[in-house]
């Protein structure tokens, strides 16, 4: 099968690590030919390095992703970053604005189904006012005053969560040992959550990550989260306390039209999800991107850089969500840097990982340079009206997470070659499945002979 390149040029050589469509879909509106599919971090291949692939055939190739839904995969940054910023011609939407799904003509399966199953009830798939109405209770609750309030709370957290590596073998999975562990006590305390919901929430919520998951799967775990989180809600509506789920409610019922609970519920999904699976793949990739270079580690270390920069150029280099399915065009649309066109009802996914490594905006983009220039330039953290509204407690966390880990195991080392990690296999979540760590057994206190930092 042949692909065309947006120049109107016939490549016959396909990429090895991209698998053509069978059957070949008819040419897009925007003539970039027969789709290929997206699979995402496989074995013995990076979502990054897929996207390197898409590229060659222009800023936005046609792509069918799993379950037979063929989108428009943006890999340039600066036109992802264009598509973010239209929040009038470009909708995440699906009810709205993807023709055939809200009347059941168009059938959607897998991932993409679950991604879009809370259209218009959640702030990250809704458009126009409804999405600003239901924003504003989250951004409401997430202030920075919140974060400045729970920063002492997350310092004991990455403590214990130390400790509990300190006590353990000398070689450790970061991933279920330390990056895991922070993120879900922050939840646990920043919305008030008993511990007893926690664990069946974050069992289901696990099966919407997953890009192999049949249908019924993902039916399942999303019925299981919807349960957890309507518990969740009933339970402070009727004990009101002072945390974000409370602060949610409250906010909620303040405006001039109140979210129902099953909004409520919806809100309080994106919440935890983003709270914590990205926050967990985000500690782990920084770590590692410090742990296999020395270099730029000891920069950090001796102060030369600040962490937060080294944070930056990671969440560039390997964003902890790779994309967000799915965007949809409201009307015909051209850029005219590109010339890529998108028609009406089209789908669209920005594939954050290659926008952070476009050779456009950044020199060398796959090497990690904690003093990089333009390291601040990418879309970790979404742009526009759908910015992440928990960005400032998600950079917090990861910065606090990393620098305490540095300063009490200064001699930690990958217990394995970096090749021999292994990424989640999925176009959305993109970490590692383990991190394993020789530490050395000891903290820098007991080196040092010096009690605390």
Same mark, same amino acid.
């Given at each position: ?29 925007? *003539? ?16 990054? !390095? ?123 999975? /970061? ?31 696990? *099966? ?46 303040? !405006? ?11 809100? /309080? ?69 590109? *010339?890529?066109?998108?028609?009406? *009802? ?28 333009? !390291? ?78």
């Amino acid at each position: 099968m042949s692909v065309i390149h947006p120049s109107g040029a016939a490549i016959t050589a396909e990429p090895t690590d991209l698998v053509p469509a069978e059957p070949a879909a008819p040419p897009s509106p925007a *003539g970039s030919g027969c789709p290929l599919r997206l699979h995402g971090s496989t074995p013995g291949r990076s979502i990054t !390095a897929e996207g390197h692939l898409l590229r060659q055939y222009g800023d936005a190739p046609a792509v069918e992703l799993p379950g037979g839904v063929r989108a428009r995969v943006v890999v340039s940054h600066r036109l992802a970053q264009s598509l973010s910023a239209d929040s009038e011609g470009v909708s995440r939407d699906a009810n709205l604005h993807w023709p055939g799904f809200a009347d059941g003509t168009r059938q959607v399966e897998g991932v993409i189904a679950a991604w879009t199953a809370t259209a218009s009830r959640n702030a990250l798939n809704s458009y126009g006012e409804n999405h600003r109405r239901l924003r504003a209770p989250i951004a409401a609750a997430l202030t920075k005053r919140r974060v400045e309030a729970m920063t002492p709370d997350i310092e004991a957290i990455v403590e214990e969560a130390l400790d509990h590596l300190a006590g353990g073998p000398d070689v450790a999975d /970061l991933v279920p040992g330390f990056a895991l562990r922070i993120p879900h006590q922050v939840i646990v305390r920043l919305l008030g959550m008993p511990a007893d919901l926690m664990a069946p929430f974050y069992a289901a919520a696990a *099966g919407l990550f997953d890009t192999s998951a049949t249908a019924e799967e993902m039916a399942a775990s999303m019925e299981r989260v919807a349960l957890v989180l309507e518990q969740l809600v009933a339970l402070r509506r009727a004990s009101p306390a002072d945390d974000l789920v409370s602060d949610l409610i409250r906010a909620a019922d303040e !405006a001039d039209d109140p979210l129902t609970d099953a909004e409520l519920r919806d809100q /309080l999904m994106l919440v935890i999800i983003a709270g914590t699976e990205t926050t967990v793949h985000a500690i782990g990739n920084l770590l590692v991107h410090l742990l296999t270079h020395p270099a730029q580690r000891d920069l950090v270390v001796r102060g030369e850089v600040p962490l937060e920069d080294a944070l930056e150029e990671s969440l560039r280099l390997q964003p902890p969500a790779a994309s967000v399915p799915l965007r949809f065009a409201v009307r015909d649309l051209t850029d005219a840097e590109s *010339g890529e066109s998108f028609h009406q *009802g089209e789908e669209i996914l920005i594939l954050l990982s290659a926008a952070g490594t476009d050779p456009a905006v950044h020199d060398q983009p796959d090497v990690f340079d904690v003093r990089r220039p333009t !390291a601040r330039r990418h879309l970790a953290f979404g742009h526009g009206e759908h910015f992440c509204p928990g960005a400032v407690l998600a950079r917090r966390e990861i910065a606090i997470a990393a620098a305490r880990f540095l300063n009490h195991f200064p001699s930690a080392r990958l217990a394995t070659a970096p090749e021999e990690l292994t990424l989640t296999e999925s176009f959305i979540s993109n970490g590692h499945q383990a991190i394993p760590v020789q530490l050395r057994g000891r903290r820098r206190d007991e080196v040092s002979g010096r009690g605390g930092e």
